[in-house]
């Protein structure tokens, strides 16, 4: 082997010093080293490593693998590993020796709820969570900071109402932005009484937020007059409150018009850029205040709205992390049937228990001792158990009866509704009557047919039963 490599080097080596040669004297070289003349060189002593598809997906021996670094430790899970989806873990470290924990970043697969990433700062108790598109209401990030603040990011593209960011300051205030909305709203904020806020971050039951003020900003409408273009509105909802209307800059100007509404007694306050504008009527400005009126009770309601969709945003992750569910789809059923089979044959064993039909009827066996039934025991049993078939057979029997006794009595009942009128029906409502009734007599037939089925497999099922219970080992007292 080594003779054999060291003359194909020799002739590699004698070829290129040709080329070479006659490339620096400018004459083209032509190389009569062809295929045939080319050495093969001696397989290679190390074997070829062969991995099935089912290992390959299984990333590493035994489906995990830690590797150490440096104030850090990052653990590694093959797809469908964990029940939680959990395919990676990064956990940072504030001293050498690993000791204490900073911040664990933890990646998700195939999770049901779209959960991908969570990020936990254990030092500032912040946890952030991300998701993947295709969850209900549009939920992107969710970030918590324990008793402090919650900040709840949205995609815009998945929500009717436009809603982008929704930031709350536990107890305090919460702030709503929006994008792409045909009232051109942007901006809602809702202000609350600094004193229920001790009450809200300790969780206290009953307490619910007092709100002091709502402001909502919009966009710049530019088919309307900035004069007339509400860019902010205020509402102070505590006595004595008021209503504070901002409007658009206009071109060249670094001020805005504006307009205060007190709510208990009439002294609007406008103000108006240009000094030579006429001041609207009182008629106009109570209009105005009407409709600003409404607009609060609107946002207020909206508010609101957004506050229970929000709860159930919550009320669901809660149940999310209660119980993990993963989707499987058709393409990796067959990579995640290896991890699954181990599930699914405990599954297999405890529902074949679960699903005996005798176990209903069997009396409780004794820790350690077999299950023996004797002859009286054996005729119990097999007696409660026929009990049971009957009546779950005539209750079927029952539903089945109702419904064609309520079919036949909604027939009659549009009959005699039609006799009675049928001096002053016209046309339509005769088609209508028939229509009903051959819609009406073909469901009857059909509830008849299934009534006398189920009578026909009735007897069957009851002699079948009576057959195996015979046939029973357990039962063999029977036979004695």
């Known amino acids: 082997a080594v003779t054999v490599a060291a003359a194909t080097v020799a002739v590699a080596v004698a070829v290129t010093s040709v080329g070479s040669a006659g490339e620096e004297a400018g004459v083209p070289v032509e190389s009569n080293v062809g295929p045939e003349n080319i050495l093969d060189l001696p397989p290679s002593w190390v074997l070829k490593i062969l991995l099935t598809p089912a290992q390959l997906e299984s990333k590493c021996p035994g489906r995990t693998k830690e590797v150490p670094y440096h104030r850090g430790v990052l653990h590694k899970w093959a797809p469908y590993a964990r029940a939680d989806g959990m395919v990676s873990r990064l956990t940072v470290y504030h001293d050498n020796k690993r000791t204490q924990a900073s911040e664990v970043i933890e990646t ?6 779209r959960l991908h990433k969570r990020a936990t700062n254990l030092q500032a108790n912040e946890v952030v969570e991300e998701f993947l598109p295709g ?21 815009p593209g998945a929500r009717l109402d436009g809603l982008q960011l929704r930031e709350e300051t ?7 932005t929006y994008v792409g909305r045909d009232d051109r709203l942007v901006y809602r904020s809702v202000t609350f009484d600094p004193s229920s806020a001790s009450q809200i971050v300790a969780g206290a039951k009953e307490a619910e937020p007092v709100i002091v003020k709502m402001a909502e900003k919009y966009a710049r409408d530019p088919s309307i007059d900035a004069e007339a273009d509400v860019a902010k509105r205020v509402y102070s909802v505590t006595a004595p409150g008021f209503i504070r209307a901002l409007y658009q800059f206009g071109d060249g100007h670094v001020t805005a018009s504006s307009r205060v509404y007190p709510k208990e007694t009439w002294k609007p306050l406008v103000t108006l850029v240009d000094p030579f504008a006429k001041k609207p009527l009182d008629s106009a400005l ?27 945003i919550l009320v669901k992750r809660r149940g999310e992390e209660a119980e993990h569910q993963l989707i499987i789809s058709v393409y990796d059923t067959a990579r995640s049937r290896q991890y699954l089979d181990a599930d699914r044959k405990e599954d297999g064993a405890s529902a074949a228990v679960m699903h ?4 209903p009827f069997l009396p409780t066996p004794k820790a350690g001792v077999a299950l023996t039934l004797d002859r009286e025991t054996s005729l119990k049993v097999r007696e409660n158990c026929l009990k049971s078939l009957r009546d779950r057979l005539v209750e079927r029997a029952t539903i ?10 909604n027939l009659a009942k549009k009959t005699s509704t039609f006799s009675r009128n049928r001096d002053h029906a016209d046309k339509q409502t005769e ?3 028939e229509r ?10 059909i509830i008849d047919e299934r009534l006398k089925r189920h009578e026909k497999q009735a007897l069957q099922k009851y002699e079948e039963m009576d057959s195996r219970l015979r046939a029973e080992p357990r039962m063999r007292a029977l036979m004695h």
């Open 400 to 409: 089945i009866q109702s419904r064609l006794d309520e079919e036949n009595a």
């Open 170 to 176: 536990l107890g305090k205030k919460t702030i709503e």
């Open 356 to 359: 005996d039909y005798l176990t």
């Open 436 to 445: 009903y009734c051959q819609s009406a007599m073909f469901r009857i037939q």
């Open 108 to 113: 998700f697969m195939q999770r049901k709820d």
């Open 431 to 433: 088609e209508e009557y």
């Open 135 to 155: 969850r209900p209401f549009g939920l992107r990030v969710h970030e918590l900071v324990s008793g402090e603040r919650r900040r709840l990011r949205f995609y």
């Open 286 to 312: 109570r209009e105005d205040f009407q409709a600003l009126v409404l607009a609060e009770r609107e946002c207020l309601q909206a508010f609101r709205e957004q506050e229970r969709q929000m709860k159930d």
